[in-house]
Structure formats: C-alpha cells, structure tokens
C-alpha cells in the first residue's frame, strides 16, 4: 500500500478526528453585517463554504441510466451496513427494527452499478441507503457519486442534504447513503430521485518544499492540470500548533470540480494526523480555493517532514442525468414519532433564544431553536438530552440551506435501546456558553507600522489581549490573541467607521467554543504608517456555564401537539 492510500485510507476510517465547522453560522452572521468578501455561486460540490469536506466525506449522487432490476428485499434490509452508519445511529435503529422501505432498484451503466436499497423515511429526515460496484480499481483511484437531490410531486425540491459513502473492502463495493431534511407532507407521496453524474478521480499529489520556519507568504508555482499557483503563509498558535494558511489559483473553472486539494505532511514516510478546527473552501476574494490546517510542531519536525499538495482529478466521468420515480411512506414511522410544542426561553428570564418544538422519531430527536434576532449566534456550544434520567444524548447542530435565518436545529441520533413515550422525562442541557459583545468601539492605535512586528496590549472586556502588527510587502497583518483562555476572540477587524472602513480578511477560521482565540486579518496593499483598528464584535467564553430545561414532562409554557 503507497503513502497515497495509506493517508486516504487513514482519513476514510477516523472521522471522529476531523472537525466540521459550521461556516453556515459563520458566513450568516458576516453577511448579515455586510462585512464580508464577494462569494461564489458554485453548488455544494465545489466551492461553497457551507461544508468542510475531507475524503471521508466523498458527495453522494449519481448519472447513471439503464435498467432496473428487482434483487432480493431481505439482503438489502438485513445487510450489515457497518461502519457507513457511524454517527447516525438512528438509521441503524430504524434498520433492526425493520422500519426501513425497501427500494431494491439497480442502474447499470459503462460496467457501474449503482443500487438504491432501503429509504428510511419519518418526520425528521429522507435517508437512502445506496451501494456502488465499479470493478476494479487502482490504490489512488475513487468513484464519486454526485449530484442526488429529491422533489416531490408538487415541485418542492429537498434542502439540507448530505451524502457519504465509504468503500467496503470485504464486498469489493462502495457504500452509501444519501440524506435529506426533505420528508412527504403526507403519508405516502411520490417523489423524484435525480441524479446527474458518476465520475472516477484519482489522488495526485505534488511535492512542497514549504519552510514552515519562515513566516513570509511562500509561492509555489504548480502550472499543472489547470492548477496555477499554491500561496502558503504559516503562522504560530501559541506555543506548540502551527496554522498552515493556502490559498489556490486556478487557471481554469475545471480544477474547481476536483475535490478537497489540500496539504499532507509526512514523517518518515507515513502522513502526519492534522489537528481539529482546520476549515476548507472558504472563497477568496478572486475565486481562490482557500484552506486553513493545523499541525502540532512536535509531529512535523524541521528535517524530518515533507509536505505535499493533494488532489483529486477527474479521470472518467459518466453523465446523461436520470430521474428514478419513487413513492416514499413514513406510515411505519407514525407509531413512534411525538411532536411537542415546547415555548420555552433557553435561559431563565431571558426571551433572546426560545426552544419552539421537539420531534421524537424512532431515528432521531429533533429541537428547534427559535432567536429573538436573525442569525444570532447560540449561546451555548454543547448540547444533551437527558431521557428518562438514566441515557444522555449529545447532539449536534444542523442548518439547512433553506432554513429560516433565526431558527437553529439540534438533532440527536437515537439509540436503538432508547424507550421514548409521551411521558417519558426528557431534560434539556446547554453546555460551554460563549458570549458574544459587539458594543466596545474604542478604536486600538497602531503607529509606526513597518516590517518589524510590533506588539501592544490592551484590555478588552476585561481581558488583557495582545495586539501583533507588521507588514509583509504592501500588505499589513493584525494579530490578536489572549492568554486568558475565557477571551474567545475576536471575529473580524476594520479601519475606521461608517461606508468608507476598511475590512480586514480574515487569515484564520475562528469558531466559537473551539478554544482557540488567535484570529490573523490582512489589510491588503495598506498604505500609511498609522492606523486605528475597530472590531466587528469578540466573544468570552464560559466552558463551565449550563442551563438545564425540563421538555418532558410539559412545562407551564409548552403542550403536547400530538
């Protein structure tokens, strides 16, 4: 096995390393406040900021076109689906409780055979489990399927959707499944599955000679397949994690197609394990592919690592876009699905966040999170559900492209051993709050700005936070960052005020709650020697802070709606 396959087969097995920020929340609230650069319109499947991908999470979709087949139903309900449903344990529930739809229709198309097996279909969600034959295939090669959307009869196309699949070493196959928040109003409705294109890539990678002892903006010239040039710039997190920043040019729209290019650092011949928080796609400002990765030193020692630029390239695609004409049911779903109108405030006293409403299905509990403003950000970074006093439930945040902009989702994959009844006790639980202040505008003077870096340090809420300014070239960095680890950070910075600021361009992909409070903005061709710096808004974070809301049995302020 090369080193190709051993780093994608490394991260096509250990998703839990891997950290998905929530760019929806990000970008929304940068929006909202007009604040940020010019975007691009490319869909899910190349440049959108929306969704941190990695090779592990290969889009679901597909082009193929020819007969359909039936094959027996037990096979596809009963298979060992494995380590695809890690994560969404609610399907595997649904799956041995035998509440899956039975689908069973096959495509056959240029030798590839895609077969759609089970649809798990309630309240909360449309999921398809697929698999894919291809035949053989070389170590750095990978069949990606893309392009799976859902409508229904009266038009309404799905929103939310995710896709993952993985390969199946023992069946010689591709699983997957395909997700939606789409669900049929009624009981049974017709549907339209399309899918638009199948397609081979292979891994290629190019070597790197990055100095990651140099803190200057290092370009490499690629000139290959349409890739022009590779900008890298490495800045120090603290006192052990170093920040790769990338940015890739292209000199055509088809690399935009490939997927996930980023950097492998290998040691010894075996790729480095990156650290959580690393965000990629994020657009630049001319349509640059954008990426942010972090490395502790200790596992990329000066001498002893190389670096190398990864990509995916197109080698095959098979097109011709079909539509498979499905009828969906959650009727086996009803039995076990309870809806709760809930009413009430997040916080004691507090109207700025309200919980509105709860759905338990056999898959999964949904609650939805109502703020008093648009695109607020929550509060509380962890949540838990408490059920029946004795099962805790960590759930996840989850925002569809179509969702109103001051409602949030919380969803909680449900175990298959979990009994939940309309009197069932359900608690609540927010945990690690972050707090965000937008009111300070005293402006920080910067003076004698040059390429030497200069450091000030102010108090900001409290909290003492040091400043690091320099040019590099005709461009000035600004560096913030606190030793007190309870200063979250600050978002994004500006010179001067009203139509007429400046925006500095974020260098670091920040997080709320991800522990780490050093944010770098470029002012790009910044002229003068002074300069008086706002910011947009920080945040301070209390890890030990929680609110604990009773949702079952019904507050004061909630009813039971079915």
């Known amino acids: 096995m090369n080193n190709v396959e051993k780093a994608l087969k490394r991260k096509l097995n250990d998703d839990s390393e891997m950290a998905y920020p929530d760019f929806d929340e990000m970008w929304n609230r940068m929006e909202q406040t007009g604040h940020t650069a010019p975007t691009l319109t490319d ?32 096979a596809a309900i009963h298979y060992n689906w494995g380590d695809l449903l890690h994560g969404r344990s609610g399907i595997q529930t649904a799956l041995n409780q035998d509440l899956g739809q039975p689908l069973e229709q096959s495509v056959t198309r240029d030798g590839v055979k895609l077969r759609l097996h089970t649809a798990i279909v309630d309240e909360n969600r449309t999921v398809i489990l697929y698999s894919l034959e291809v035949g053989k ?19 309404k196309s799905s929103a939310g959707e995710y896709s993952f699949q993985q390969w ?19 009981e049974t409705e017709n549907v339209r599955l399309t899918v638009d294109h199948i397609e081979l890539t292979s891994v290629q990678e190019l070597d790197l000679p990055l100095d990651t002892k140099s803190p200057q903006m290092q370009t490499f010239k690629l000139d290959r397949n349409g890739l022009q040039d590779l900008k890298v710039q490495v800045f120090e997190q603290g006192k052990d994690k170093l920040m790769l920043s990338s940015a890739i040019t292209f000199d055509s729209s088809k690399p935009k197609e490939w997927d996930n290019p980023q950097i492998i650092a290998y040691k010894g011949g075996e790729p480095v394990r990156p650290q959580p928080g690393g965000a990629f796609g994020t657009p630049g400002e001319n349509g640059e592919y954008t990426a942010q990765q972090y490395f502790t030193k200790a596992d990329i020692p ?23 004409d499905l009828q969906l049911s959650k009727k086996k779903m009803e039995s076990g699905t309870i809806k709760s109108v809930l009413n009430t405030p997040l916080e004691n006293g507090n109207r700025n966040f309200t919980l509105e409403q709860m759905i338990v299905t056999p898959t999964q509990i949904r609650v939805t ?17 408490s059920v029946n006093g004795g099962t805790t439930l960590e759930g996840s945040r989850w925002s569809s492209p179509d969702q109103e902009h001051d409602l949030n989702t919380i969803r909680f994959e449900r175990p298959s051993n979990l009994v939940i009844t309309k009197d069932t006790p359900v608690t609540f639980t927010g945990k690690y709050k972050v707090t965000t202040h937008s009111d300070d505008k005293t402006p920080q003077r910067l003076t004698d700005i040059s390429e030497q870096r200069q450091t000030l340090t102010t108090q ?35 010179i001067a005020l009203g139509k007429e600021r400046i925006i500095g361009k974020p260098i670091t992909a920040n997080f709320a709650g991800d522990g780490n409070n050093k944010a770098v903005d470029v002012y790009k061709n910044f002229k003068g020697k002074e300069a008086s710096i706002y910011m947009f808004y920080y945040t301070t974070d209390d890890p030990e802070a929680e609110t604990t809301i009773p949702l079952r049995p019904l507050t004061s302020n909630s009813k039971a709606s079915k």
């Open 460 to 494: 900001i809420g409290g909290y003492p936070v040091k400043w690091t300014y320099y040019k590099q070239g005709s461009d000035l960095f600004v560096e913030t960052e606190s030793e007190d680890a309870h200063f979250g950070g600050i978002n994004q910075t500006h």
């Open 369 to 385: 999170i109502r703020s008093e403003k648009k695109f607020a950000m929550l509060p509380y970074q962890k949540y838990f559900l």
């Open 302 to 324: 000066e001498g002893q690592t190389t670096f190398k630029l990864q990509y995916a390239q197109t080698e095959k695609s098979i097109n011709e876009p079909i539509n498979l």
């Open 168 to 186: 199946d070493e023992k069946n010689q196959r591709y699983n997957g499944y395909f997700e939606s928040d789409w669900t049929p109003q009624q």
């Open 137 to 155: 295939r070389a170590d750095n090669e990978f069949w990606n399927v893309k392009g799976v959307s859902l409508k229904s009869a009266a038009g």
């Open 43 to 74: 869909t899910s499947d190349s440049f959108t900021p929306h969704r941190h991908r990695n090779w592990r999470k290969i889009t679901i979709a597909a082009s193929l076109s020819a007969l359909l087949v039936a094959v027996p139903v037990y």
